[in-house]
């Protein structure tokens, strides 16, 4: 019974063990490889898909990563890398009453102090809120707030102009009557565009505009609880004219908040620390403001984002390992299931190590198949989620090349036992199995 089995399989199979083992040893065996698996569609597709998942996971959450990233990176340069940004905080009129009695708030002598004391402060602007009851022009109407600035305060805020030009220190100086609307206000006051020159009324004051902002970039309304992009909603003045044109609340600091820009090489962290101890010292202990560093909160964002990065790579990594242990379920299956054709091989001059190519080869062929597919649904996942989610995806050439690395390297690891046990095979064992 036996012999009648091996001679059907020999006369059946011999011209092609015969090609496969030549195969073996003269050429590559990528397309007997392919062959193979395109044998069993379902199965190997099967087998894909836990690969397919991991690379997949594994590109959108770190192109996500990345994305958000950049996107707080550009959020953080409109505040101004290099700046400490220091507001003073609002109380209720019996807390500020009581305040008053120790603190006069921020004030110009504030700044004088920090830039006579503080290592590294090259510029500075401050900011003054006017209690604003109206904006108009010939033609509309905004619901803006007007704020007094120092001519400094567009350079340290990162202010691109549309049109027309920023203060002069003369004009800072003289308390002159001119104005630089944000994008919104400016739509608002002069539909047509043409507001160059034109006349705006603050409250009972008329201003001449002489600036026109672009809109600034701000990838959304907020970042690590600081409210971003109100310049578009806002008429800038200079600081001087805010200060004798228009009346202030009695209880009011004299200025709202002021900005000091760092050279390149101080240390931020160290500066903050800095200046916040000589404002209590100046303020007698009073905590009536808020110190912001931006370049702290990209820190802060960058290692939230670190552990995020981390945190999803590693469940997209076991998706990984999932897809690696199918793979060598497949292949210890494959080799049961083919080992009389092993032994056939073996009979015919295929030596172990040709065996063990075979079936490394067609693991690393499923991994190297799954990790494309994998790509392809990686930039697809990553699309879908960022326009449902908003989210900013910035692509990733090293997150492609490493998880497509990681996945070829699953492949061939996990594919090395079954391929081992194939060509300890022996030869007549083989033949006789059933």
Known sequence: MLKSVLVLLLAMKLPLLIRKADTMKHTPLIKDTLAELAQHKLRTFLTLLGMIFGVGAV????????????????????MGLRNLIVEGRKFDEKTLQEQRKHSLGLNQSDIDA???????VISYSAERTIDTHGIYSHDGKSDGIAIGVSPSYMALSKLQFVSGRNFSEQENRYAAQVAILGARVAQSLFPNGDALGKPVKVNHVWLQVVGVLAEPYAGSNEFQGIKLGGEQNQLFMPLNTAQTRFKAEPLSAELTSF????????????????LDFLLKQR????????????????????????????????????????????IMNIMLATVLERTKEIGLLR???????????QFVAE???????????????????????AFYSDWAVS?????????????????????VYPAIKASELDPITALQSE
């Open 114 to 120: 920090a830039v006579a004391t503080i290592p590294g």
């Open 259 to 274: 900005r000091l820009q760092l050279a390149e090489d101080a240390n931020n962290a160290l500066s903050a620390r800095a």
């Open 347 to 357: 009979a015919i001059g295929a030596t172990r190590r040709d065996i063990k190519i």
């Open 59 to 78: 590109i959108a959450m770190l192109n996500i990563g990345e994305g958000a990233e950049r996107e707080a990176l550009k959020t953080i340069e409109t």
């Open 395 to 415: 692509w990733s050439l090293l997150a492609i090349g490493l998880s497509f690395s990681i996945c070829a390297l699953i492949g061939v690891a996990f594919g």
């Open 363 to 385: 693991s690393f062929a499923i991994a190297i198949l799954g990790g494309l597919l994998g790509i392809v649904f990686g930039i697809l996942l990553s699309e879908l989620i």
């Open 283 to 326: 303020h007698n202990d009073i905590d009536d403001y808020n110190i912001i560093v931006p370049a702290a909160l990209l820190a802060q964002q960058k290692q939230t984002q670190q552990i995020f990065n981390i945190v999803m790579s590693c469940v997209a990594g076991i998706s990984l390992l999932v897809g690696g242990i199918g």
